[in-house]
């Protein structure tokens, strides 16, 4: 009878296996569950980055192009409010000059706060949502510089405008800063020598001989030929200020310096003061020193450090209501300073103009929402209402 029942029983490998079967099966179905609430949750987060990055686009555009519009009646806006002062009795700004518009317009907001209390959606339950979320979700900012605030690159080789182009742009590239570059070897193996050398590659990279400048008999493209991969000077003007980085002399370091202070667009080389930075100012001013004046005993005066103040507060309050930064008070400031003696009354003429007829601006937008934003930068033409470049960084 034991054996009987000892021949009965499952043989000791046979034990657990349907145990073992569901585990496996209970772990790939939890395998396969995860696996599916992870590709949820990845293509759910996925779809808000896609809606935020294009939602921050769409604001960023809305600033810019808002930027744009008021840019582009920036005039009326001017001759409207000089008009308005004129007939109530106001006198205009100091010296009976005209409102100084530019850093009016440079410190006028255009955010997404502002945007969405001017702008009301029609629809009621829209009107409704929007009140709940607000009409531009996020953040946005668009800010404009003028580019007569800066050194046009492609009036050097004007007969006109050539000469002062030439004097403002070696004021700055006397920086003590810039003074490594003229001394020591980029990664080409090159380097100016001078500012002059620099002044000189940058005339013969636009203008349309191949002699060096200042010379009849020197090649300018020897500087290029030597070059793992050679080029020549272009011979034209420049398309953009990033192609300041082909011409001999400029590094990368040079150009990151150079960059925010000259331009391409303007056909004249005054600088409009009312909008022109005080690193131009300043310049501007080492460009109009009289002849054999130096710049160091220009700094060096008792009370060059006022002046110096003077001009900062007025160019941070000058739009606030306070004296606006132009030709006469700038003058004034001179005067007041003991310094108008060094500095020569014709020169400062040819180099700034109160004149507030700016046609070209860069604006540079920024759009944020959530983890997402998109960044603009475009370069406007008032006259025409149109863009000449635009780039999203």
């Known amino acids: 009878m034991s054996r009987l029942i000892k021949s009965r029983r499952k043989p000791p490998r046979e034990r657990g296996v349907a145990l073992l079967m569901v585990l496996v099966l209970v772990t790939l179905v939890a395998a396969v569950v995860t696996e599916f609430q992870y590709s949820s949750r990845v293509d759910l987060q996925l779809a808000y980055n896609a809606r935020d990055e294009l939602q921050a686009e769409y604001n960023a555009l809305s600033a810019l192009r808002l930027r744009a519009l008021i840019l582009r009646h920036s005039r009326k806006l001017n001759q409207v409010a000089n008009m308005l002062m004129g007939n109530t009795g106001a006198g205009g700004a100091a010296g ?12 006028l907001p255009v ?34 510089t003028s580019e007569h605030s800066k050194i046009s690159l492609n009036v050097l080789k004007s007969v006109r405008d050539g000469k002062p182009a030439m004097e403002m742009l070696y004021g700055l590239l006397l920086d003590p800063r810039l003074e490594t570059h003229f001394q020591e070897d980029d990664l080409n193996g090159t380097h100016a020598e001078t500012p002059e050398e620099l002044i000189g590659a940058i005339v013969d990279w636009t203008d349309r001989d191949g002699n060096e400048f200042g010379s009849q008999v020197g090649d300018e493209d020897r500087h290029y030929s030597y070059l793992q991969d050679s080029y020549e000077a272009k011979n034209a003007p420049f398309d953009s200020v990033a192609e300041l980085q082909l011409v001999h002399g400029v590094d990368d370091a040079l150009y990151d310096l150079l960059k925010d202070t000259v331009t ?6 005054q600088i409009e003061l009312g909008t022109a930075s005080l690193e131009v100012i300043l310049m501007g001013l080492a460009a109009s020193l009289q002849e054999g004046v130096l710049l160091e005993q220009f700094v060096m005066q008792p009370l060059f450090p006022q002046f110096l103040s003077l001009l900062v507060e007025m160019k941070s309050f000058g739009a606030m209501g306070m004296t ?13 300073s003991g310094l108008v003696g060094l500095v020569d009354q014709a020169k400062l003429a040819q180099r700034f103009s109160d004149k507030s007829q700016n046609v070209w601006f860069t604006i540079q937008a920024e759009g944020h929402v959530g983890n997402a934003s998109k960044r603009f930068r475009a370069v406007f033409q008032t006259q025409e209402a149109k863009f000449y470049y635009a780039r999203v960084e």
């Open 111 to 144: 955010e997404c706060g502002l945007m969405g209390a001017l702008f009301k959606p029609v629809e009621r339950d829209l009107e409704e949502s929007v009140a709940a979320e607000g009409f531009f979700p996020g953040e946005c900012i668009a800010t404009s």
């Open 324 to 336: 606006p930064v132009n030709v006469a008070t700038l003058k004034l400031l001179l005067t007041e």
């Open 96 to 107: 009976g000059g005209q409102l100084p518009m530019g850093q009016i317009l440079e410190m």
């Open 264 to 269: 391409i667009y303007p056909a004249t080389a």
